[in-house]
């Protein structure tokens, strides 16, 4: 029979972790609980270690993704569940995950709904996020920002040396997955208020929020994500001689930069693109 392992990301959770351990504990007494204490200045490690969980602590805040990294690295389990360690996600929910990964899936994730998204403006990026992700993966994405998942340890260790030391780890994980070949699934799950403060910032996290938008295309698929400009830099070099030659009988330079541009951006995504296919290679793989 498959361990588990629950891992809590969680920095300054002090009000909050002792009942989010003991709800888990509740529901699977015998899981490796493992909170990442990520630099917190409150009690989060004490609260965290009464309630019975091992405590892996940074002595620094370090970003939820690396608290991610050091949790997969600490736990034991064959099977890998996070969760916030901010009273979000609901343990009760944990069969369900679980249940779905027994169907030969190698992640589930819990997928939100529109009422538990934290803002209007969040709201309306995930859906945003999901559905260039679906663009690019050619698959069915629900939640792709979701802290909620279970995942095989052996796969998801794969890709520990891809995910960010901040925010976003959602994101890669899942796109990693898809590209590798790794079966997902989504199950519904409703996500409460979080208790305390977010640590989201609107201004700064936004600004990284939208890089993962052209990470997320490099990551994935980098063709996808430039077949597109050379497409319309083709089109503008087109356009532009056409009105050129019509009224002046001339081929103007802006013209052949743009063609040429064309080219250039058109090889940069192949480069990426093969780029790519190497960071996705098992270690095992290509060897004798």
């Known amino acids: 029979m498959n361990r588990l392992s629950v891992i809590l990301p969680a920095k300054n959770e002090g009000a909050v972790i002792r009942r989010v351990v003991e709800g888990i504990r509740n529901h699977f007494p015998d899981a490796d609980l493992v909170v990442v204490n990520d630099g917190s200045t409150d009690a989060t490690r004490e609260e965290a270690e009464r309630a019975g969980a091992r405590v892996v602590t940074h002595p620094y805040s370090m970003g939820n993704g690396a608290a991610i990294k050091s949790g997969a690295r600490a736990a034991t389990g064959d099977i890998l569940l996070f969760m916030d360690a901010d009273g979000q996600h609901d343990p009760a929910d944990i069969p369900r995950l679980l249940g779905k990964l027994d169907e030969g899936f190698d992640m589930v994730v819990g997928a939100r709904d529109g009422a538990s998204q934290a803002s209007l403006g969040r709201g309306l990026a995930n859906r945003f996020y999901n559905r260039l992700a679906s663009y690019m993966t050619g698959q ?103 009105y050129t030659f019509a009224a002046h009988g001339r081929l103007s330079l802006a013209t052949i930069f743009l063609l040429t541009s064309a080219v250039t951006t058109f090889l940069i995504g192949l480069v990426s693109e093969q780029i790519t296919q190497l960071m996705y290679r098992s270690p095992g793989e290509g060897s004798e």
Request: no cysteine; proline share 6%; charged share 15%.
């Open 140 to 242: 069915r994405i629900e939640d792709l920002t979701s802290g909620m998942r279970a995942a095989r340890a052996h796969q998801f260790r794969e890709f520990l040396h891809l995910l960010p030391n901040g925010f976003s780890y959602p994101t890669t994980s899942t796109m990693a997955f898809f590209r590798a070949g790794y079966p997902v699934a989504y199950i519904p799950i409703k996500a409460a208020k979080r208790v305390g403060k977010s640590h989201v910032r609107i201004l700064k996290d936004g600004a990284r929020f939208l890089l993962i938008i052209f990470k997320i295309g490099t990551l994935y698929s980098p063709l996808k994500l430039f077949a597109p400009v050379v497409g319309l830099q083709v089109l503008l070099g087109v356009g532009y001689y056409a």
